[in-house]
Structures are given as structure tokens and as C-alpha cells.
């Protein structure tokens, strides 16, 4: 475990770091959206790093990176990538079967997926 994890102190000073932009909020707002999209390209780029990390010999860690990282340009929105990401990685580990491999986290956050993918179609 990495420093700060064992004891739930990560996820504690996140927490806290993001009630404080609570009260930045219109200071954020006062940003102009040209300034943000560096910023934005420099986060793609850090993420696209990451790539060589991938495992590709798994297929289901394979088929979901490729969908969430092809569906975020294509969409036009990281959620929705993260959203084709789960529910690929959900639909391979059950038709391969790794049944040990699904965790209630992941069918959770798919059914989420799915419902915004729902609700979206309907309207």
C-alpha cells in the first residue's frame, strides 16, 4: 500500500481538498473556458501516458481500455468514455466467465452506466 492509504487518509484529504472548492466556486467560474482547454490537452496527454501500462494480455482490461480511450473523443465526454470502459470490461468477464473477477464495484458502477445510457435514449 502506498503511504497514507492503510488508514483511509487518502480518501479523507480528497474529501476535504474537494469541499474546499466548494467555496472557490466562483472564482473558478470567473475562468474563461479558452483558458481551461491547455489545461485540458495536458491532462489528455497525461493520461494517454499511461497506455504502456496497460495489461493487454487480459482481455477485458484490453477491450475496456480501447472503448473508454476511442469513446472519449468520439463522444465528446469522459464520462461517457468511462462509461463504454465498464460496461465492456462487465460484458467480457461474464461471457469469458471470470465470474471471480466481477466485483460488486463494478457491477454497480455499469448498471449506472446503463441507466444513464437509458435514460439518455428515451428522451
Not at 492503510?6 to 466556486?25: D, H, K, N, P, S
Not at 473477477?101 to 448498471?111: A, E, Q, W
Amino acid at each position: 500500500m502506498k503511504a497514507g492509504e492503510e488508514r483511509g487518509l487518502t480518501a479523507l484529504v480528497v474529501a476535504v481538498c474537494f469541499a474546499f472548492t466548494l467555496f472557490l466556486l466562483p472564482l473558478f467560474k470567473a475562468i474563461p473556458a479558452n483558458a481551461i482547454y491547455p489545461v485540458l490537452t495536458m491532462v489528455g496527454i497525461l493520461m494517454f501516458m499511461e497506455v504502456k501500462n496497460i495489461d493487454f494480455k487480459d482481455y477485458a482490461i484490453a477491450v475496456a481500455s480501447f472503448f473508454t480511450i476511442i469513446m472519449m473523443p468520439f463522444t465528446y465526454s469522459i464520462t461517457t468514455g468511462f462509461a463504454f470502459g465498464f460496461l465492456s470490461y462487465l460484458l467480457v468477464r461474464i461471457f469469458k466467465r471470470k465470474w471471480d473477477k466481477i466485483n460488486i464495484g463494478i457491477i454497480v458502477l455499469s448498471f449506472i452506466s446503463l441507466g444513464n445510457f437509458l435514460l439518455i435514449a428515451l428522451q
